[in-house]
């Protein structure tokens, strides 16, 4: 495995801010040399194009196995909401995701300011990922492709109950948000959801943990982790 294929969502928002603000996270990491096309599914035609974009046209908000039906076998393929952006240390997915049986479920950090990119959000209780890897595609399984039917990105809980769906089906579902850095993009803090929109299916936690052997930037990011969220509990 030698590429990354995104798979995303773009909904026209009500206020312009907002849509720049999904805009930017897509022209950034369409600029990522690791990454070959980003998937995007969509009820309008996209404001941008780029021969690395690939619209794919829906109705309503896709669920987890919708998104996962164009999943390259010969690339890792990353779900993601969409005002995210990675940077270049995406390759090391290439490295540390190894196994089909394995799934990287990524924390983003809590801003783009110089220390909040190293902060990780609600890192302390696991309970938030915004992207979610796997090596080729997900295994053929019915069970495992009905229930994620019935998880809708976007929705409050959903990265929970992913978690919680595939420990069931024996992956190793892990949290490499020391290694890998996701930026989230919403200083507007537009919603299209409620607390009531939150997802009533069984909930499971992946907090974030060290992937690789004596790597000092990944130590130095879960040190400050540990310092920022004792120093703010107290």
Not at 161 to 179: D, G, I, T
Request: aromatic content about 12%.
């Amino acid at each position: 495995m030698s590429t990354i294929v995104l798979h995303t969502t773009y909904f026209r928002n009500s206020t312009e801010y907002r849509n720049n603000e999904i805009l930017k996270s897509f022209s950034i990491n369409l600029k990522l040399k690791i990454v070959s096309y980003i998937f995007v599914y969509t009820e309008c035609d996209l404001p941008i194009h780029h021969p690395k974009l690939i619209p794919i046209q829906i109705h309503g908000r896709p669920d987890f196995r919708m998104l996962s039906s164009h999943f390259d076998s010969n690339a890792v393929n990353i779900i993601c909401n969409s005002d995210i952006s990675f940077v270049t240390n995406l390759k090391k997915l290439i490295q540390i995701l190894d196994n089909p049986q394995k799934a990287f479920f990524i924390s983003r950090r809590i801003g783009l300011g110089i220390v909040s990119k190293y902060i990780i959000f609600k890192h302390n209780v696991g309970n938030s990922q915004d992207a979610w890897a796997f090596l080729g595609k997900i295994k053929d399984e019915d069970a495992l492709l009905k229930s994620m039917e019935k998880i809708e990105l976007g929705l409050p809980g959903n990265d929970n109950a992913l978690v919680h769906l595939f420990r069931k089906f024996n992956y190793e579902v892990l949290n490499p948000s020391y290694a890998i850095t996701l930026l989230h993009h919403h200083k507007s803090d537009n919603r299209n959801y409620t607390e009531s929109d939150r997802l009533k299916l069984e909930y499971d936690f992946v907090k974030s943990s060290l992937v690789f052997n004596c790597n000092l930037l990944e130590y130095f990011v879960k040190t400050l982790n540990r310092i920022y969220y004792h120093k703010w509990s107290h």
